[in-house]
């Protein structure tokens, strides 16, 4: 970690105080029921703003969507409208709640008939040209797949795809592949709890060092498990960490949350979040351990 002059310090104890793009409380950000495509989605909006960059949440395999309440509030509270679908499909034999890369595209035509329709909770709120991702588990390895224009089965099958123009930036929880992942023009966060005992750091560590381009973060959060973004420890649907969580649930969701939502933020010209990520973050955040290639 660097040593910061006297300005890194100052700038640091303003950010304690008040740091950029502070979250709304969860509880100030709007929750409503929808659907993308055929999909039942819950989308969250903060308070008194927009057009909003939309944040499209890819779930973990069999984790509700449900699961992420607070995550998702709070990123929102940065200034996104958060969907998080429950996407059922069948992958092989099995049937379940399993992302895929057509998501994006969904999600993208799901603004643009949103933004415009009368009556829509989310008129006026959306601005469709500016998709960003999060993901969470096989949620964000669907998410790094579909950074290219490959169809990469199981995360996605049948019709070409390709990654939709509108897509802006990404940043997953406890995640990776076991390949390259062609990134270039996306800027990927990869945010991994370092007691994670399904998604090992040195894999996730592994995809960063994989990543083809930068700009890219990896943000290690110190005590938090796989499930440290999910409302719970172990969600319905999910297999246990066998690694238990040191850190408080709350902590590892805000923080995770914040980290994530200011790498989309700097990702999108907020030049403030990317004096945070890039700069003095590391410093004024004890739970977390940044490594980034800026670009």
């Given at each position: 970690m660097r040593r910061l002059g006297v300005a890194g310090v100052a700038a640091v104890a303003v950010l304690a105080v008040a740091p950029p793009a502070q979250a709304a409380t969860p509880g100030w950000v709007s929750s409503h029921e929808t659907h993308i495509g055929a999909d039942p989605a819950t989308v969250h909006l903060p308070p008194g703003r927009g057009p909003l960059p939309v944040a499209l949440l890819l779930q973990g395999g069999n984790v509700p969507k449900e699961s992420y309440t607070r995550f998702a509030k709070t990123v929102a509270g940065f200034g996104f409208a958060v969907a998080v679908p429950d996407h059922r499909r069948a992958v092989g034999?099995?049937?379940?709640?399993?992302?895929?890369?057509l998501q994006l595209q969904a999600t993208v035509d799901w603004a643009t008939a949103e933004n415009t329709r009368a009556g829509s909770p989310f008129a006026g709120r959306l601005d469709p040209g500016r998709l960003v991702l999060l993901g969470h588990s096989f949620g964000g390895a669907a998410g790094l797949f579909s950074l290219g224009n490959a169809c990469t089965p199981p995360f996605c099958f049948g019709p070409v795809y390709q990654r939709p123009a509108a897509l802006r930036a990404a940043a997953f929880y406890g995640a990776s592949t076991g390949a390259p992942i062609a990134n270039a023009g996306v800027p990927v966060a990869l945010v991994q709890g370092d007691a994670d005992g399904?998604?090992?750091?040195a894999t996730a560590r592994?995809?960063?060092?994989?990543l083809a381009?930068?700009?890219k973060a990896y943000v290690t959060v110190h005590g938090a498990n796989h499930f440290g973004l999910t409302d719970t420890q172990t969600p319905p649907g999910a297999?246990?960490?066998?690694?238990p969580q040191t850190l408080s649930q709350d902590d590892s969701i805000d923080t995770a949350a914040k980290w994530s939502a200011l790498f989309l933020r700097a990702s999108l010209g907020d030049q403030l979040a990317a004096a945070y990520i890039y700069g003095f973050g590391d410093a004024a955040d004890p739970l977390v351990t940044v490594v980034h290639e800026r670009g």
């Amino acid at each position: 970690m660097r040593r910061l002059g006297v300005a890194g310090v100052a700038a640091v104890a303003v950010l304690a105080v008040a740091p950029p793009a502070q979250a709304a409380t969860p509880g100030w950000v709007s929750s409503h029921e929808t659907h993308i495509g055929a999909d039942p989605a819950t989308v969250h909006l903060p308070p008194g703003r927009g057009p909003l960059p939309v944040a499209l949440l890819l779930q973990g395999g069999n984790v509700p969507k449900e699961s992420y309440t607070r995550f998702a509030k709070t990123v929102a509270g940065f200034g996104f409208a958060v969907a998080v679908p429950d996407h059922r499909r069948a992958v092989g034999p099995v049937t379940g709640l399993f992302p895929e890369s057509l998501q994006l595209q969904a999600t993208v035509d799901w603004a643009t008939a949103e933004n415009t329709r009368a009556g829509s909770p989310f008129a006026g709120r959306l601005d469709p040209g500016r998709l960003v991702l999060l993901g969470h588990s096989f949620g964000g390895a669907a998410g790094l797949f579909s950074l290219g224009n490959a169809c990469t089965p199981p995360f996605c099958f049948g019709p070409v795809y390709q990654r939709p123009a509108a897509l802006r930036a990404a940043a997953f929880y406890g995640a990776s592949t076991g390949a390259p992942i062609a990134n270039a023009g996306v800027p990927v966060a990869l945010v991994q709890g370092d007691a994670d005992g399904v998604n090992l750091p040195a894999t996730a560590r592994a995809t960063y060092d994989a990543l083809a381009a930068p700009p890219k973060a990896y943000v290690t959060v110190h005590g938090a498990n796989h499930f440290g973004l999910t409302d719970t420890q172990t969600p319905p649907g999910a297999r246990p960490d066998p690694t238990p969580q040191t850190l408080s649930q709350d902590d590892s969701i805000d923080t995770a949350a914040k980290w994530s939502a200011l790498f989309l933020r700097a990702s999108l010209g907020d030049q403030l979040a990317a004096a945070y990520i890039y700069g003095f973050g590391d410093a004024a955040d004890p739970l977390v351990t940044v490594v980034h290639e800026r670009g």
